[in-house]
């Protein structure tokens, strides 16, 4: 109970200023209807609760799992049983990710069909796949994390030569869906665990981090090479989903958006823990042999990060979405639009605070470097990176002649440039900020506000806008946090960047 206790306090403090700058909007430039009002506040409710069951849940069930899977792989020593486990695992953990049912249920909206739901779940699974076994590989046998990142983006923007602008988006938007709540605290513990076994300290500390970086891009090449193999690069079209629907009929219940939400949730998140029970009882009858003391608490964990998420999510569905949408949609519609590129910045400062994932890796970065990296400098970091992310593609709609590469391109090749020069540590860092800061938050409340903004813009695409907002979301930590590293280097001096992983 304590531990509870402790994480709803942590959480408040991080859910609190979201809450007091819709009620403060809400009463001044952009009014919400009562109903709507009542229902954000009650979501953000489920919010603070949802994440500090979830949280808890991590500590005591995911994270305890993940370890045990990671050091169970890495002891085997074999390079097949690595790259069979990897493959399993990266393949099940990502197919029933409730953010990548989000996304994939929107490209399925947006290309009316043509590229089906569970065509792209399985092709962006197999993508994680792939490149999950590749970094447990990384991992075991000391491969450069820089190098390898380097080769993976080099093949990413060759071809991005070859696909359409709007599947580009999507590209990156499902490497952001695939590292959501439920799949970021699995990696980053099966990444720890990998590491825990090496003999040497320095080089556990810097390869817990990096993993999720380098399975995120296999979504994002996973994604490209369908539209090149299967021709669907004409199939996204802006004009499929354009204008306005600013006429949205919102419910005039408060209740009665929560309790249609929470079956289907319940469904989505229940089917994502599905595949990590399955495996956990199989690798406690063969391998684990846990006492029951500690297979019950695992099992407890796991039963709470369940009902944690599922209280999580329908807050943010229910309460979040629309209040969201409706305060970008007011905003954009003042005649001073630069005031919404401002009210942008603030929203992704502040938003980030209360993702899930984003909670489990600063934790993890203040545990395993002992304090040296704290999770305050971390925040602080990330949240800048991700208020200049949200400001950018707001931009980016009230300007219809920047396009989505002119941010990517340059941003990627700044972020892969800097990682020569940072500890390396910092570079897996940075990179698996990356991947939890498009998490369900951004992907629910900050999505609505963009597409209400683009609603409210003449000649705008929703959806289209809406997939590059996740993507810039998933670039600018990359440049933040690993400026944070160039800070500690340069404060801490030549030697003690190498022993942090330089």
């Not at 993508?127 to 075991?140: N, P, Q, W, Y």
């Not at 399955?278 to 042999?289: D, H």
């Not at 989505?404 to 090749?413: A, F, N």
């Not at 940072?422 to 963009?450: C, H, K, N, Q, R």
Request: with cysteine.
């Amino acid at each position: 109970m304590n531990i509870l206790l402790e994480k709803v306090k942590e959480v408040l403090y991080a859910v609190l200023p979201i809450t007091v700058i819709v009620l403060a909007l809400s009463f001044t430039v952009t009014p919400l209807e009562n109903a709507m009002l009542f229902r954000f506040i009650l979501g953000a409710l489920c919010v603070i609760l949802g994440l500090s069951i979830f949280l808890s849940g991590v500590d005591i069930g995911i994270s305890p799992l993940g370890n045990l899977m990671g050091s169970a792989l890495a002891k085997s020593n074999k390079l097949r049983i690595i790259t069979i486990g990897g493959l399993l695992l990266g393949f099940f953990i990502s197919i029933a990710e409730p953010d990548l049912q989000i996304l994939a249920d929107q490209v399925a909206s947006v290309t009316l069909g043509l590229v089906p739901k569970m065509w792209l779940i399985v092709i962006v699974s197999l993508g994680i796949a792939v490149m999950m076994t590749l970094g447990f590989i990384r991992i075991v046998y000391n491969f450069s994390l820089r190098k390898i990142l380097t080769i993976l983006y080099l093949i990413i923007f060759i071809l991005a030569l070859f696909i359409s602008p709007g599947f580009m988006a999507i590209s990156f938007d499902a490497s952001g869906a695939t590292t959501g709540a439920m799949t970021v605290p699995f990696i980053l513990a099966l990444s720890t665990g990998v590491s825990a076994l090496k003999k040497d300290s320095k080089d556990s500390e810097r390869d817990s981090f990096g993993l999720v970086a380098v399975t995120s891009t296999g979504a994002i090449i996973a994604v490209m090479l369908m539209s090149i193999f299967f021709g669907s690069s004409g199939i996204l079209s802006g004009e499929l989903v354009q204008g306005s629907s600013a006429g949205t009929a919102y419910s005039a219940s408060v209740w009665a958006p929560f309790f249609e939400k929470a079956p289907q949730v319940f469904r989505e998140v229940f089917m994502a823990m599905l595949p990590l029970l399955f495996i956990f009882l199989l690798m406690q009858r063969i391998s684990f042999k846990l006492k029951k003391r500690t297979f019950t608490k695992i099992l407890k964990g796991l039963v709470y990060t369940l009902l944690g998420l599922v209280l999580f999510l329908v807050g943010v569905n229910a309460g979040f979405m629309e209040a969201g949408k409706a305060i970008g949609y007011g905003a954009a519609s003042m005649e001073n639009k630069s005031l919404v590129v401002i009210l942008g910045f603030v929203l992704g400062l502040v938003t980030i605070l209360a993702e899930p994932a984003v909670y489990v890796l600063t934790h993890q970065i203040e545990e395993v470097t002992s304090g040296y990296v704290k999770r305050k400098f971390v925040l602080l970091a990330l949240s800048i990176g991700v208020g200049f992310a949200i400001a950018l593609s707001i931009l980016r709609i009230l300007i219809p002649q920047i396009q989505l590469w002119h941010y990517l391109l340059p941003g990627y090749l700044i972020a892969v440039t800097m990682s020569y020069f940072v500890p390396e540590l910092f570079v897996g860092i940075a990179y698996d900020s990356g991947g939890v800061a498009s998490g369900p938050v951004t992907a629910t409340f900050i999505l609505a506000f963009t597409h209400g903004v683009a609603e409210a813009i003449a000649g705008a695409s929703v959806l289209i806008d809406g997939f590059g907002m996740i993507a810039m979301v998933a670039l600018t930590p990359l440049i933040a946090l690993q400026t944070l590293g160039l800070i500690f280097k340069m404060k801490s001096g030549k030697g003690e960047g190498k022993k942090h992983g330089g």
